[in-house]
């Protein structure tokens, strides 16, 4: 009888450590194939991550630029500069004048068909498809006036010696997009430019 239980003590007991060990080595195995798997992937998120960062660092560098050139292509008109007048002679007036927001304009010898007021803007149409438009400026400031009472923006425009909204418009039509430089990188120069690009378009 004692043998038989001593016999019987050591099956069950062998029969626990068989099974232990076979879970063990079961989790072990599943370890190691998740494991590689886990650090490869991981290995590749990093250096997605690494690679948009950097990208996202050099388009924030170079956006003064890169703006600019969008612009170009959408709107090639930018590129365009004043140019003299092939003739200085005055164009004949027809004498009629036109009082609005604080100006007296003198008209050009074409026939008004219509004329459209607004508390922020006046337009003339004449009869040959031309127009004429005469802001408000204590109404609608514009983009101008908007742009010389930013703090940041004056901040740009001092660089440039822009200190008047005449100053301001002469500087946005003679700039160009193909002023700004890419390895200027966020140079006051660079992000002047595409500000008065901005305004130029507008």
């Not at 969008?70 to 140019?83: D, I, L, Q, T």
């Not at 498809?129 to 908007?146: E, F, Q, S």
């Amino acid at each position: 009888m004692s043998g038989e239980g001593w016999s019987g003590c050591c099956y069950d007991r062998r029969v626990a450590d068989q099974e232990l060990k076979w879970w063990r080595v079961r989790w072990r195995l599943a370890a190691r194939a998740i494991y590689r798997p886990a650090i490869i992937l991981g290995k590749v998120i990093a250096a997605i991550c690494l690679v948009a960062a950097i990208g996202y660092g050099v388009i924030y560098l170079i956006k003064p630029w890169l703006v600019p050139q969008g612009m170009r292509r959408v709107y090639p008109r930018v590129s365009m500069v004043p140019v003299a007048l092939p003739n200085r002679a005055e164009a004949p007036l027809s004498g009629a004048r036109i009082d609005r927001c604080g100006f007296r304009i003198a008209l050009p010898k074409e026939e008004i068909t219509r004329t459209i007021h607004s508390d922020s803007v006046t337009v003339v149409v004449f009869r040959d498809g031309g127009d004429m438009m005469i802001n408000n400026t204590a109404r609608n400031p514009g983009i101008l006036g908007i742009a010389m009472r930013d703090k940041r923006m004056q901040r740009l425009f001092e660089q440039e010696k822009i200190y008047s909204e005449f100053q301001l418009l002469r500087a946005a039509m003679w700039a160009t997009p193909e002023q700004t430089k890419w390895w200027r990188f966020r140079t006051l120069k660079n992000q002047t430019l595409e500000y008065l690009l901005l305004m130029k378009s507008s």
